[in-house]
């Protein structure tokens, strides 16, 4: 796998000295502007719909009114002038082949309405996908139009109640009869219905099927087919076509889930989405892509799409959450301080230690969804469109995935407590929002699959990096003097010994070490490559073990596994951070950035400790420091946090919270004027602690 490097000009991102904090403040409008990106005016178009009062959720519908609303609300996006929602495809249908804005417009959508986005994914970023994907240019000339304009609503049916994540392995089958020319689709038992579909319960007249393609008796795979399910004008199903709504949900009501089954339906053979596999009249299988297995991940991999737009939907659900417990908290007071007045609750160091690090892991998600964002635009627009890049954006975006969507449910989670009974209240977004994203964790891939996936890539790389660097005796010889070099100098508590006696005395100078990019990089990274090389070394016997020795094999090793791709998403987040802060030329606000960089490296390493001493990278001296130097940055950045929730570009019209509105700080303002008028009257009573203490 190709990696990304460390920023060229770390040193410009270097923590500069305290005595520099005074030149510290956030340009807000030339970081807002920053963050938005490659494509700046058409995410402000986006962000501006997602402000519109048309557009956003109404939490007092009932699920089937919020249904329609929301078909509603796509259909007015069809009749827009702009038609943002087609920036995916082809230009002679009317499109603008502007694959990677397209997702950086849609995850900005995700303000409006969940309910919205989710339903306009289902329809243009998945049925519509699927077509323009996986099929020929003919198919695309004749499907794609009704996907577009949503004359033909589609559902997406790949997931089974039987299969989720397992794809290869689903139950229904699409059986050619060559003395029709078609293909006959069942789901021969209960486990291969397809569920949890969008649009399939209530609006869906078309769906695009994954099934078992068999002809002349050989199952070639999974492969995507074309199936009307229901007649356009009365909307009753098809003949041998069946299904049901899948009921309330935890959240997304505004979305008609449901679920399909298929009993003897005939599809024409030229409905086949047939890019990499078709059948001939007489029954005959061809593709371009010989090998079956690569064959069913090139398939796969042409849907990636869905998973790089939840990565940029649940940062920015992240983002929201923030900036509404970040202005409740910069007006919320609670509990008298030194003076007369109780403190801003945002003043507290507990306040700060939940809010901040997010703020600073969200800014690391943001940029490493840019950089996501570039990698898929190049490969869908063709510009670099290679195998390695191809695998590359598939592993990317399931370890940016598969990690956002975590950091937005504990985050979301996170916000409402420190919003107190308020943040409980729906008028205040927040509990909404979480229970809207709950499946995101699970849709386009369960996130604890996704990150075996990526630990599978990285311990495949290694093995061809040992193999390679291994062929000749040499080779080998220097193989293991290294890493008997690395176990004596790591394991056995040596590197420990020397920080301890570089930092002996000052705590000062083992801090200024945690401060310093390189160093941070050196740590963040040389956990991901000694996770992946202990988790390679445990899994090489179950290359020559019978398959039962291998599957225990690696289930003993399977946590191992997950934990490296968390890793791994880890240091990607803070690269690009890092990368990010050379492009900010305000040195003010480059300055706080770093320090929000710092925050973010720092507080990872911080999780990790007992890894990073066990294993010898960390001395106790610099380990005890880590956690004193980021509550110090905290501080540094108190001033400087509403300036960096208000430069992510979210208006009123985006929070939609009063506690947000400043509504708190008008009660607050009122509360310290009665008391002021009250002490200033003589009347105010006098507390029986006062008396006491006047009395002895």
Request: proline fraction near 4%.
């Amino acid at each position: 796998m190709t990696t990304t490097s460390p920023a060229e000009n770390l040193g410009a991102a270097q923590t500069t000295t305290a005595d520099d904090a005074a030149t510290a403040h956030v340009d807000v409008a030339a970081l807002s502007e920053y963050l938005l990106g490659r494509w700046p005016e058409l995410r402000r178009k986006a962000r501006e719909r997602a402000g519109d009062p048309r557009f956003h959720k109404d939490e007092s519908l009932t699920p089937a009114e919020h249904r329609e609303r929301t078909l509603e609300q796509m259909r007015e996006m069809v009749a827009a002038d702009d038609k943002i929602a087609w920036l995916a495809f082809p230009e002679r249908m009317g499109g603008f082949d502007e694959p990677g804005a397209n997702l950086a417009c849609f995850s900005e959508l995700v303000a409006a309405d969940p309910s919205l986005q989710i339903k306009s994914g289902v329809q243009w970023g998945l049925f519509g996908a699927a077509i323009l994907h996986l099929g020929t240019p003919e198919q695309q000339d004749r499907l794609l139009p009704g996907a577009m304009d949503l004359s033909v609503p589609g559902a997406f049916a790949m997931t089974e109640t039987g299969h989720g994540s397992d794809v290869q392995s689903i139950g229904t089958t699409a059986t050619y009869d060559p003395a029709t020319e078609e293909f006959v689709i069942d789901t021969p038992f209960r486990g291969a219905w397809k569920d949890y579909l969008g649009n399939a319960a209530v609006h869906a007249t078309a769906a695009t099927v994954f099934a078992q393609l068999i002809t002349n008796g050989v199952n070639h795979g999974v492969h995507c087919f074309y199936v009307p399910i229901r007649d356009a004008e009365t909307m009753e199903f098809l003949p041998g076509v069946g299904g049901e709504d899948d009921g309330l949900k935890g959240g997304l009501r505004g979305i008609d889930n449901g679920r399909l089954h298929f009993s003897g339906v005939r599809v024409p053979r030229t409905d086949l989405l047939a890019r990499y596999g078709s059948v001939a009249a007489d029954g005959t299988y061809s593709s371009p892509i010989e090998s079956p297995g690569r064959r069913f991940f090139t398939m796969l991999g042409s849907l990636v799409q869905g998973r790089v737009s939840l990565d940029g939907s649940a940062v920015n659900s992240a983002k929201i959450g923030l900036a509404i417990a970040v202005k409740y908290g910069a007006e919320r007071r609670q509990f008298a301080g030194a003076g007369v007045d109780e403190m801003v609750v945002l003043d507290y160091a507990t306040h700060r230690r939940r809010l901040f690090p997010r703020i600073a892991e969200a800014y690391a998600g943001h940029f490493a969804n840019e950089r996501l964002l570039d990698l898929f635009d190049d490969v869908f627009s063709g510009a670099g469109d290679t195998p390695e890049r191809r695998e590359d954006l598939e592993t990317t975006a399931a370890a940016l995935k598969s990690t956002s969507t975590a950091f937005a449910l504990e985050t979301l989670q996170e916000c409402r407590e420190a919003c107190g009974g308020a943040g409980f209240l729906t008028e205040n977004r927040i509990t909404s929002l979480r229970a809207d994203l709950d499946v995101y964790a699970t849709f386009e891939g369960d996130n604890t699959v996704l990150r075996q996936l990526v630990a599978k890539r990285l311990v495949a790389d290694y093995g061809r990096e040992v193999k390679g660097a291994t062929k000749t005796p040499a080779g080998m010889a220097r193989f293991v003097v290294e890493r008997a070099t690395d176990a004596a100098l790591h394991r056995t508590g040596l590197r420990r010994v020397s920080q301890a006696i570089a930092d002996v005395g000052d705590p000062r100078r083992a801090a200024g070490h945690l401060r310093d990019a390189e160093t941070q990089r050196e740590l963040l990274a040389d956990r991901v490559a000694t996770m992946v090389e202990d988790v390679a070394m445990a899994l090489r016997p179950a290359q020559k073990a019978a398959p039962d020795e291998a599957a225990r094999i690696l289930d003993e090793n399977q946590v191992a596994l997950v934990e490296a791709a968390a890793a791994h998403a880890d240091l990607l987040r803070w690269e690009a951070f890092t990368d990010a802060l050379a492009g900010i030329e305000d040195t003010g606000t480059r300055l706080v950035m770093t320090w929000l960089r710092d925050v973010y490296g720092l507080t990872v390493i911080e999780r990790n400790l007992t890894w990073y001493l066990l294993h010898g990278r960390l001395s106790d001296q610099r380990a005890r420091t880590v956690t004193g130097y980021v509550d110090r940055l905290l501080r540094r950045l108190r001033p400087h946090v509403l300036d960096l929730v208000d430069a992510w570009g979210y208006g009123p019209e985006h929070l939609r919270a009063k506690i947000a509105s400043g509504a708190e700080a008008e009660r607050q303002e009122e509360a310290r004027a009665y008391y002021a008028a009250l002490r200033a009257s003589g009347k105010a009573p006098i507390s029986e602690k006062a008396l006491r203490t006047s009395r002895a």
